[in-house]
């Protein structure tokens, strides 16, 4: 909750950045209402002793807490150790040593084999997921690779098919045409490499 003071200087700073204008021509220099600004400034100078009283009393009311804080811990410091000489034999803080080094050991077993167990199931979730990660580059490379096959695949067919149909064609019209051997003879046709 903020103080009074607070207000009033958010108040001075709202009336300066809202209601006052700068001066003609020059954008440092404002224009203020001089009877506005010092009735705030006014209000400010009477709250600030009242504050000051309130923030006073609060540190000393703190300082009294604190102090009886202090009073009580070192009483309740002092019976301690009056009942630890009291009532404690040697044979007591040894028991006492014991039971406490098995419990940490315990404890200490315990907090090992979680942080082992945690680390192992770590480790098998980021192998899981490496592997998950390769077996989906690795697929999607299969999938790019059978579709790079398969079109190129029915390219091939296409062309393969093509030229038997040139070659065909050729052959066939080369049937076709009769064109006379130079010693008059008969022609003979030649197949596509050339040999008689």
């Known amino acids: 909750m903020s103080s009074r003071i607070e207000q009033i200087i958010e108040e001075i700073e709202e009336y300066i950045d809202r209601d006052c204008k700068f001066q003609p021509l020059s954008t440092t220099k404002i224009i203020v209402n001089k009877e506005h600004l010092d009735e705030l400034l006014r209000e400010l100078r009477m709250k600030t002793p009242d504050e000051i009283k ?15 804080a202090q009073a009580k811990a070192d009483a309740m410091i002092e019976e301690a150790q009056v009942q630890t000489t009291e009532l404690v034999s040697e044979h007591e803080i040894m028991q006492q040593a014991y039971a406490q080094a098995n419990e940490i050991v315990t404890q200490a077993t315990a907090q090992a084999q979680e942080i082992i167990d945690n680390a192992t199931e770590d480790a098998n979730a980021i192998r899981i997921g490496a592997i998950q990660y390769t077996d989906d580059l690795l697929a999607n490379a299969e999938s790019i690779i059978g579709h790079t096959l398969d079109s190129y695949t029915t390219k091939y067919d296409g062309l393969i098919n093509s030229l038997q149909e040139c070659y065909d064609v050729v052959r066939t019209n080369r049937a076709e045409l009769e064109v006379p051997a130079e010693d008059g003879g ?8 050339g040999e008689m």
């Open 54 to 68: 309130r923030y006073q009393k609060i540190i000393a009311n703190r300082d009294a807490i604190l102090a009886d």
């Open 186 to 193: 008969e022609y003979i046709p030649q197949d596509m490499s």
